[in-house]
């Protein structure tokens, strides 16, 4: 579909609006607006080659913070499109927003999906927001019904194909990259993601709860048969106080000097059906402020925007949509907080899409994305997900004026592009072939665990050209110690490649700093869990060395337990074979969402090797 034809429907179905009559909701047409609420929106579209997506086709299943069991899949076709018409004409009038919101709340309740004071808090904060999309989107009952109960009942097309424009600039040949001389300057790069802070943290509330993080002052107190929080955090459905957040900066600060830092986002806790915009924006200064504190002013901090620091969570609209529903509120106050470590050209298009660029070193420019623009949660996107922001047109331009210049990109983000919307990671993909040379390193994080995807040449899919690496998560979040990563990347001297050449994951063992024979440790240690060249017999980190790394995990169980035990940031609680083993792997492999088709063993398996942290 176009975007002309997109507005054109749009169009139709406001006018249409004006000559149909306002008709009640009932209960089970709100049940649609809680499924999208509190299992988060799992859309999907069509790539442009190689395979379709398919809903029940999910090689990763999204956190679910209310662990539903509801099903669409028990409905029939005819019910479905009966529930969304009468859906789609309701939503069609302002003035049933209230009865929306309502019969919302009590679906929620009545079906159990949470608690009763979670189902309504969250209808109200989601309430205007998502409904104003819905209202704005062009979903009709045939295209939900084709997602949720299958393609025999509808076809869903709303994220239908399109493609960026490459510029008519011939690709330079390739030439693989070679290790550094012995001896070559390295820089040493701090990466933060995820920390997750909660300022509701209690020490001794209960760790298994009712509602869907735990460990906080409405928790409850522990009794003698259950666990308490630990004072610097617990195993669990838990975030972390500020203690924890502070007593990091300290140690990395006295562990520098770092050349700078990449930050990727994801500041506030989970508590996503209480918060506000402003708990959002004191959090986000806090956590600023503290990073400035501890690291200094010679210390250049690059970050990115996450999923969690908007409210309602996910929910980043495009440029396009003006006036108190958009994200002024949450990028203005980036830009005044980044503003010492950014320049004046870098917040200007924080200001308009939460995305910038800069030049870190002669010769080496980092690009920040915003990857809520291609998230499958933001249901902003249902009104228009065709390079929302402009954003991948403008990296293409950025990385045609680098290759002229020589320059060499590092990319930083919040979500894998691997679990980005179809055709946004389709042609996110193909723009990291065409620049393959020009982009030597990706850095995201998001799912909480210590992980990576690669990318292959379009071609044969054979050969390996990139790597997007996933850092763990600060947050304990779930049952995680606290972690941070270094990575190591070949310096700033003349013919560098500024690859990747090794990275290094650093804990806080909370077995060990809770539990002290009379209190729990004063000055906890944040101790090295591995160094990746040690841990896999690895002299670099290139796309090459880690494409081995995933055929050595295959044939020998001894590697993929040790990658199974690091990836959880060495506290696991279930071992991984059979199916788990080849679904990772087969994860590690996919940096384009339409890839995992092609995983045989995903076919019929609609269980995830892991959930993501949302």
Known sequence: MTGAERVSRSVARRAFSMKRPVLGLSTVCAVFLVWTLVSV????????????????????????????????H?????????????????????SNMERVAHALGE????LHLAEAQVCREITELFRNDLIRAL???????????????????????????????????????????????????????????????????????????????????????????????GYWGTYGDCDLPLRTVENLLQNVAKSGPWDWVYWTGDIPAHNIWSQTREQQL??????TRLLHKHLGPNVTVYPAVGNHESTPVNSFPPPFVHGNRSSRWLYDTMAEEWAPWLPKEALETIRRGGFYTVEVERGLRVVSLNMNFCAQENYWLMV???????????????????????????????????????????????????????????????????EFQMFYDEDTLTRPLSVAFIAPSVTTYVNLNPGYRVYYVDGNYPGSNRMVLDHETFILNLTLANNQPSQ??????????????????????????????????????????????????????????????????????????DLLTQCDVLHGDKHSVRKTMC
């Not at 929106?41 to 209310?66: K, W």
């Not at 997750?196 to 009794?223: F, M, Q, T």
């Not at 004191?282 to 956590?287: A, G, R, Y």
């Not at 065409?434 to 990706?442: A, L």
């Open 41 to 72: 929106p799992r859309s999907s579209s069509y790539p442009l080659e190689g395979g379709t997506d398919s809903p029940q086709l999910r090689f990763v299943e999204e956190f679910d913070p209310f662990r539903l069991g509801f099903s669409w």
């Open 74 to 94: 028990n409905m029939s076709c005819v019910v479905c499109k009966a529930i969304f018409a009468t859906l789609d004409i309701a939503l069609l009038s302002d």
């Open 107 to 110: 679906a929620c309740v009545r």
């Open 135 to 229: 209202q704005e989107s062009v979903l009709w009952p045939s295209e939900a019904c084709g997602l949720l109960v299958g393609p025999t009942c509808g076809h869903f097309d709303i994220y239908a194909p399109w493609n960026v424009s490459l510029p008519q600039v011939p690709k330079p040949p390739v030439k693989p990259p070679t290790p550094p001389k012995p001896g070559s300057s390295q820089s040493r790069i701090l990466f933060l993601t995820d920390i997750h802070w909660d300022a509701e943290y209690a020490e001794g509330s209960l760790v298994d709860c009712k509602i869907p993080l735990c460990c906080r002052n409405h928790s409850g107190r522990a009794g003698w048969k259950h666990t308490g929080a």
């Open 282 to 287: 004191n959090e986000l200064v806090t956590i």
């Open 384 to 450: 228009n997900s065709t390079d929302p922001a402009g954003q991948l047109q403008w990296l293409i331009n950025i990385l045609q004026e680098s290759e002229n210049k020589g320059e060499k990109v590092h990319i930083i983000g919040h979500i894998p592009p691997g679990l980005c919307l179809s055709s946004w990671s389709w042609n996110y993909y193909h723009i990291v072939n065409r620049y393959e040379s020009t982009i030597t390193g990706q850095f995201f994080g998001h799912t909480h665990v210590d």
């Open 520 to 593: 729990p440790d004063p000055n906890p240690s944040w101790t090295l869990l591995y160094r990746a060249s040690k841990a896999y017999g690895l002299s670099t980190l290139f796309p090459s060395d880690m494409n081995a790394l995933i055929k050595v995990m295959k044939d020998d169980d001894r590697v993929f337990q040790r990658f199974w035990y690091l990836f959880h940031k060495g506290h696991v609680s279930k071992p991984c074979t059979d199916t788990c083993k080849t679904s990772l792997i087969c994860l590690l492999h996919s940096g384009r969402y």
